[in-house]
């Protein structure tokens, strides 16, 4: 949701405009009923420090969206541009920071104020579930979240997408361009601001819905402003967790579940139990979790949770190489996936059966070494190396979501070091970091890239000096480039027409070879002779 403008003053005509058009967007959305613009113009004027001036009277007593005196919010698809004057005025006012994070906070504020209120969304969505079904409830929440501008819909449209064929399957890149930068100001003022106790705990602790956020000068530190967030209270494993919505969405309705209380990552019985629950109340979704270790986890570990959605991944349509059974489970059948990254497929009609054989294979796993490929599952010390990043979802006969079959998606996961590789034996390695260096987690794991935004530019600048024929000398003195010169001179070399028409084709591809290596180097079993005698043996222990 865009609210970085420069601050300038706001007219009362202005002020009023943008009052009356979002409480229209939101009455036109359904997130408040048309009886209550009146309330609504007032409650945002008060938001922004304002006592005035009001809406005409035509606008007061309009009685639908066709009235003359309805604003053009009513129709609008977003409510960015009304937003960033109110914020305007706030920041005028004195209300909120002159930065970009202040001026969301106080967006964030008038989109709490004008949509329901947690317990009223709750029964909408358990209604909606109970009569309609669970693909309904979804829908009409993800709309919900989408049109409250909890989901940032602007912000994601300016993610960089591209598809790239590999041997092991079209694998899907992100450039991600929707998460805000930090403004130098708060950086700085973060640097001085005294420690404190946080509130909420974490961004992922149920205690953040409704939070007004707070600035890089407060004791506790940045955190970001959650007043239009709204939770469905869920139970999995006989706990209570929490259904949002990523702010910052990777994949259709990406979604995440959480636990109700701030505990670490664990993947075990429980954990695998969870998983299976949620595919049980929303059977269209997917679910998965992060590994539960440092290097193969993702990136908050502080808090259990899970990931899903609507999106089927590149993992999930990758061809069989191996099929194989597990003794003492007769209702459940194996696969060793073609993919890079070492993943067993276990399908089955018994979900009883289907969980025992998962914490069966994840215990099996967690104990296994095997030194002539690099795994170790503890050292001396005994500190463990080993763990998986699993994936539940259901299926019909033909593979179509929300079926009756159980199928899970183990990702066999080793966190060991070495001299030459310090980050991770198993992590992306150093030939590859000029394009991403960062733990290979959940969602890449199932073939989604999501790259740094450093590489607009600095791929930019490379298309435009291959187009140019710079020299690897040439681009590895220029400073976007140098990162990348090496690799940009071997794209040059196997693509001697490179021009303008195709090289952004050739540099996007490149990108995408990439990414497939990394996921290479993140498979603990390599897809040579030794490295497939090597998972059959572990499959074999099974």
């Known amino acids: ?46 938001a922004v420090g304002a006592t005035g001036p009001g809406p005409s009277e035509a606008w007061v007593l309009a009685e639908g969206t066709g009235s003359p005196a309805v604003t053009q919010g009513a129709t609008a698809e977003a409510p960015d541009d009304l937003l960033a004057t109110l914020a305007e005025v706030a920041v005028a006012n004195g209300c909120t920071a002159d930065t970009a994070s202040g001026r969301d906070r106080i967006a964030m504020r008038v989109m709490g104020l004008l949509m329901p209120k947690p317990s009223e969304v709750e029964a909408t969505f358990k209604g909606l579930l109970a009569q309609d079904g669970p693909k309904a409830a979804t829908d009409w929440f993800y709309r919900t979240c989408c049109d409250a501008g909890y989901v940032r819909r602007t912000a994601i449209a300016r993610n960089v997408c591209w598809d790239t064929k590999t041997s092991w399957g079209s694998l899907e890149i992100t450039i991600n361009l929707s998460k805000p930068e930090k403004d130098p100001r708060e950086i700085a003022a973060a640097g001085k601001a005294p420690a404190g106790e946080k509130y909420p705990a974490c961004q992922l602790c149920i205690e953040n819905e409704g939070y007004p956020g707070r600035a890089a000068t407060d004791p506790m530190g940045a955190h970001p402003a959650r007043q239009n967030l709204r939770i469905i ?14 702010p910052y969405a990777y994949f259709s309705e990406h979604c995440i579940a ?28 997917f679910i998965g979790s992060n590994a539960d270790l440092p290097v193969v986890g993702g990136s908050i570990l502080s808090h259990d949770h899970f990931q899903g959605g609507a999106h089927v991944f590149p993992m999930m349509r990758a061809t069989t190489a191996e099929r194989f059974s597990l003794p003492g489970y007769p209702e459940v059948s194996g696969e060793v996936l073609h993919w890079p990254l070492s993943v067993l497929r276990l399908s089955s009609a018994s ?35 080993n763990t998986v990043t699993p994936i539940v979802r259901r299926v019909d006969g033909k593979g179509n979501v929300g ?17 030459e590789h310090p980050l991770g034996v198993f ?14 987690g959940l969602i890449e794991v199932m073939g989604l890239a999501i790259l740094p935004p450093r590489l607009v530019g600095e ?39 490179l021009s303008a028409k195709n090289v952004r084709e050739v540099v996007r591809d490149g990108v995408g070879q990439v990414f497939s290596h990394v996921l290479e180097d993140a498979g603990v079993f390599k897809w040579d002779d030794e490295g497939r005698a090597a998972q059959m043996r572990f499959v074999a222990s099974l």
Request: aromatic share 8%; charged share 20%.
């Open 1 to 46: 949701m865009g609210v970085e403008r420069d601050s300038a003053a706001i007219d009362g005509t202005s002020l009023v405009d943008a009052a009356t058009g979002i409480v229209d967007y939101a009455a036109s959305h359904g997130l408040i009923g048309w009886a209550d613009r009146v309330w609504g113009a007032n409650a945002v004027v008060e």
């Open 233 to 246: 209270p869920i139970s999995l494993g006989g706990e209570r967790w929490g259904l949002q919505y990523s």
């Open 258 to 285: 959480m636990s109700a209380s701030h505990r670490p990552m664990h993947v075990d019985h429980a954990s695998l139990s969870c998983l299976f629950d949620f595919v049980d109340l929303l059977p269209h979704y």
């Open 351 to 385: 979900r009883e059966q289907l969980l025992d054989a998962c914490v069966h294979v994840v215990a099996a796993w967690r104990a296994w070494s095997d030194e002539s490929v690099s795994v170790v599952a503890h050292d001396a010390d005994g500190t463990p190396h």
């Open 403 to 419: 079926g009756s079959t159980y199928e899970a998606y183990l990702a066999l996961r080793c966190n060991v070091t070495s001299p």
């Open 427 to 440: 992590h992306p390695h150093e030939e590859w970091h000029h394009i991403k260096r960062e733990n290979i």
């Open 459 to 497: 791929l930019g600048r490379v298309e435009e000096l291959l187009v140019s024929g710079a020299s690897e000398e040439q681009m590895a003195a220029d400073p976007l480039a140098s990162s990348h010169a090496a690799w940009a001179a071997q794209l040059a070399a196997e693509n001697p027409g």
